[in-house]
């Protein structure tokens, strides 16, 4: 059924951001976003844009305008939180989705009088049995009782939710059971937002709402405030973090900036990681064939290979500096281990005649020599070597040429 908007119908009203926003909640989740890192989804297109805004945050801003008030704060709230996957199912199934809860987890949180219809028990101790495991209920330690749980194949995510939802309930604050869970754009749309249109379609009934999706709510909320689908306009887009999230709901975007760089990126951003699943098969098979072509004429080159055929992984390399107390040239780096688990470190051999260092690569490095290894030649801000038996400890703030005045200038 098409739902009947009368277009322009909320043109004057308020936007619910002016009256309730879920400030706290969504503080944590835009800091859990960034501090995923290299988790996050635009950053794949390249780390040197460094003041993205968090997706989650760019999203509420957006919902917040477009959601106007009923004159119940409280429902509106509500509402706005399960579109934002921050209430107590939204939460639950982000638990489920990052598996946030074993099998044991819950069998110590939650009451539950037949958990084997969701169980199966190993029995680890002699002195258990499987009549005694029958009459088993939670909550159970399930060391002491000798047994260990795992989930029956047959059990679905929608089965486990019935049991994580007590579960998340012992947790104490939004913050702890939001950290236990996976963040909203991680999980299938499609199921985490199952139980929330009808809700939506019921809270904004006498607006003409009828949305099954992000984009269908947002377009029929630009009808009804501006008469089309709504626009977002970023002129100094950066990163790309306002057009993209603005795009993943459903508006039109503009975005633009001085810096190429940023442009760049928030081309990418739209149309790469935002490119739907048949674009982004053909550009997998461009950057394949890119890839494999270069591999090719690499090979053919053998620029990344020594006399013997092996081929370079990784290039290391780092700065010198001149002692002014000797007059070498000393490489700098806080440590020499290259790599811990295959015992492989770097070691400085004097170079006499040229008053610089070799940089010996050692693999198998014994247990003293990695010691050894973990101290480098910058330490505690200073360049610190040894040259024929002594050691020489020159501040960095020297090599630089730090200088104040008598005015405390630098």
């Known amino acids: 059924m098409n739902p009947v908007l009368n277009s ?45 805004k968090p997706l989650i945050l760019a ?27 921050f209430d ?24 539950l009088q037949d958990p084997w219809e969701y169980f199966k028990a190993k029995i680890c101790s002699s002195g258990v049995t499987g009549g005694d495991i029958r009459w088993m209920s939670f909550p159970l330690d399930c060391d002491e009782e000798g047994i260990t749980l795992r989930w029956k194949r047959e059990v679905t995510d929608d089965d486990k939710l019935i049991l994580y939802r007590p579960a998340l ?37 006498a607006l003409g709402i009828d949305a099954h999706s992000f984009p269908e709510l947002v377009e029929q909320l630009g009808i009804l405030r501006y008469g089309h689908r709504p626009r977002v306009g970023d002129t100094f887009c950066g990163g790309g973090s306002i057009p993209f999230e603005a795009a993943r709901l459903g508006c039109d975007v503009y975005a633009s900036d001085l810096n190429p760089i940023a442009c760049m990126l928030t081309w990418g951003a739209l149309n ?50 001149r002692c002014p107390e000797t007059g070498w040239r000393v490489s700098m780096s806080p440590s020499w281990i290259i790599s811990k688990t295959r015992n492989v470190i770097a070691r400085l051999k004097p170079d006499p005649k040229n008053q610089c260092f070799e940089i010996e690569v050692v693999t198998g490095a014994s247990a003293a020599e990695m010691k050894a290894a973990e101290k480098g030649t910058v330490q505690d801000g200073a360049l610190v ?24 200038n630098t």
């Open 59 to 85: 999203r509420a801003i957006v919902l917040g305008s477009l959601l106007p008030p009923t004159g119940d704060a409280e429902a509106d709230l509500e509402i706005f939180e399960k579109l934002m996957a």
């Open 8 to 52: 322009l119908a909320l043109q004057n009203a308020p936007a619910l951001i002016e009256s309730v926003f879920p400030a706290q909640k969504v503080s944590f989740e835009a800091q859990k976003e960034r501090k995923a890192n290299l988790g996050q989804t635009l950053t794949g297109l390249g780390s040197y844009w460094k003041g993205r």
């Open 169 to 205: 309930a012992t947790v104490a604050t939004y913050e702890a059971k939001a950290a236990l869970c996976k963040r909203p754009e991680e999980v299938d749309q499609d199921w985490l937002y199952a139980p929330v249109w009808p809700a939506v379609n019921r809270h904004y009934a």
């Open 272 to 321: 790469i990681i935002g490119a739907s699943p048949e674009r982004r098969a053909e550009i997998e098979k461009a950057q394949r064939e890119v890839a494999e072509a270069v591999d090719a004429e690499m090979t053919q080159l053998g620029i990344e290979h020594d006399e013997y055929g092996n081929r370079a992984k990784a290039y290391l390399y780092c700065l010198e500096a």
């Open 88 to 111: 107590d199912e939204g939460l639950a199934r982000r638990a489920v989705a990052a598996n946030a809860f074993s099998a044991k987890d819950i069998a110590a949180r939650i009451e």
């Open 385 to 408: 070597y040894e040259l024929d038996g002594k050691t020489h400890r020159t501040p960095i703030k020297t090599l630089r040429g730090d200088y104040r005045d008598v005015e405390g």
